[in-house]
Structures are given as structure tokens and as C-alpha cells.
């Protein structure tokens, strides 16, 4: 069976030993080459990113509750105004009783940068980067190479048409083809180095690119001026802070092939 089309389901409960961990479905995403939207000037067109295991899912209610339930510092009452704000899973009933408002399968929302992270850690993971997810998020739903143009057009006509009624199961998200679901979604995801894009002029000893970045001219420094998706998402990124909670920020999980026999396995 080809990588592309190949699973990973890791039992994390008995790799670690804890029995109320979830145990996320997880997908071998074949390394290849990333074009960054933007890059400098002294930057190859094109990256390349190591292949990685990346969940099928974003994480869900259910999942999240059995991370609080056993991390008790990252309960909504207990957390630290430092590590995630007020709106800090503010639609849940309580501490652990997510309520009406968060289906058990919907994804979890309204959970910090750096709560997202501890949760990964706590399942011995980590985030995606920003190269890695979207990496995975550019492939179309039957080709690892879509026409930019076709995938445009799709991720728009969704964006177009979805529902402003709320969330939705994390199974009826759309699939690309390495079997990810839900990666042009109704929920927004935390990565882990998601304010690492911002350049200021400061920083090249150049103010003018300061102007560039933030009004309508930024187009010149992009790699695609026609990707509004990735244009939405990176000034999306741009704009948050580690505590910041937000109704419409999700996450998953992604981590490296724990060693050189499982990568071989699923070549």
C-alpha cells in the first residue's frame, strides 16, 4: 500500500502506561517539498519537510476532558491567567462537564497555545509546525499534487457555502489525500511556532517591509499572490498571543517516527 494511503492507529495507553489517555488516530505524511508563503529573499522557493506522523482529527471534547481530568492545573478554574485568558473554555458547563454546547465529537475549542501544547505533551506529542501543516493541508482529495488552481477553488467554494450554525463532528470534515480530515474547516488550529512568520522591517534593518506586511501590499513578498487561504491564515496567525482562547481555535497533534524500524515499516 502506498505511504500516501497508509495509517498509523498509536496506542498511546499502552506505550505510556495511562489508561486514560486517548489514543489518536495518526497518519505517516510522506516528506516532500513545502513553498512557504513567505520566505526571504535568501530563502530557497522551496523547503523541505521530514515526514511526520499528523492526526487524522483535531482533538475533540471528549479527548480534552480526559487530558483536564488528569491535569487538574489546566481545569477551567484552576488554570493560570498567564498560560490562557477568560474565554478559556468558556462554553463548557464546568470544570468537567463540557455540557450541551461541546459534543463529546466535535472539536475542542477555546483552548490556548499553550494549553494545546501541554496537551501534546501530555500524550508524549507535540504541535505541528507551520511547514508541516501546511504541507499536509495543500494536497487535494485525490491527488498529493492538485492544481493550485483546483485546490483555490475548492477551499473557496467550501469557505463560501459552509454553515454559520456552529461546529460539527470531526468525522464529517472534508479528507485530503493522506486520509487528514478537517484541514480547511470551520476551526482554525494552533501550531507551534504560529507567530514565527511575523517579519518586521526592524528585523531586516528595513522599515519599508513593516509597510508590506501590514496593508494590502503585502502580496509583493508572497510566494503565491493568489492563495487566499493561506494569505487568511497567516494574518490569522499574525494576530494571536499564546493565551489567547477563541471560539473558532482548535488544534491536533503531530510527532516524528519514534525510530528508524517504524518509518520503514510504513514506507
Not at 150 to 166: F, K, M, P, V
Request: some cysteine; aromatic content about 12%.
Amino acid at each position: 500500500m502506498k505511504a500516501n494511503l497508509l495509517t498509523l492507529l498509536i496506542l498511546l495507553s499502552a506505550a505510556l502506561g495511562a489508561s486514560a489517555q486517548p489514543s489518536p488516530e495518526m497518519v505517516w505524511i510522506q516528506g516532500g517539498r513545502y513553498v512557504p508563503l513567505y520566505a526571504s529573499t535568501a530563502e530557497k522557493a522551496a523547503t523541505e519537510v521530514d515526514g511526520f506522523l499528523l492526526s487524522r482529527y483535531p482533538v475533540t471534547n471528549a479527548e480534552y476532558l480526559e487530558f483536564v481530568r488528569a491535569n487538574p492545573e489546566w481545569r477551567r478554574s484552576a488554570v493560570q491567567p498567564l498560560f490562557a485568558d477568560e474565554q478559556y473554555l468558556a462554553h463548557w458547563k464546568g470544570d468537567l462537564d463540557p455540557g450541551d454546547r461541546a459534543p463529546a465529537d466535535h472539536p475542542v475549542v477555546n483552548v490556548s497555545w499553550f494549553a494545546a501544547r501541554a496537551y501534546a505533551e501530555w500524550l508524549g506529542m507535540r504541535l505541528p509546525t507551520t511547514a508541516e501543516w501546511e504541507y499536509a493541508a495543500a494536497s487535494g482529495s485525490t491527488r498529493r499534487d492538485q492544481d493550485e488552481s483546483e485546490r483555490r477553488a475548492s477551499i473557496l467554494a467550501q469557505y463560501s457555502t459552509r454553515s454559520t450554525s456552529g461546529l460539527r463532528p470531526v468525522t464529517a470534515s472534508e479528507t485530503n489525500i493522506w486520509g487528514i480530515r478537517g484541514m480547511h474547516d470551520l476551526v482554525w488550529e494552533w501550531v507551534e511556532d504560529f507567530n514565527a512568520g511575523v517579519v518586521t522591517g526592524e528585523s531586516r534593518n528595513n522599515t519599508d517591509v513593516d509597510q508590506g506586511l501590514f496593508c494590502g501590499a503585502a502580496a509583493l513578498f508572497a510566494s503565491d499572490v493568489t492563495d487566499y487561504a493561506a494569505f487568511a491564515r497567516f494574518a490569522f496567525r499574525s494576530g494571536l498571543k499564546g493565551d489567547f482562547a477563541l471560539g473558532n481555535v482548535g488544534f491536533r497533534v503531530a510527532a516524528d517516527a519514534p525510530h528508524t524500524t517504524l518509518q520503514a515499516s510504513i514506507q
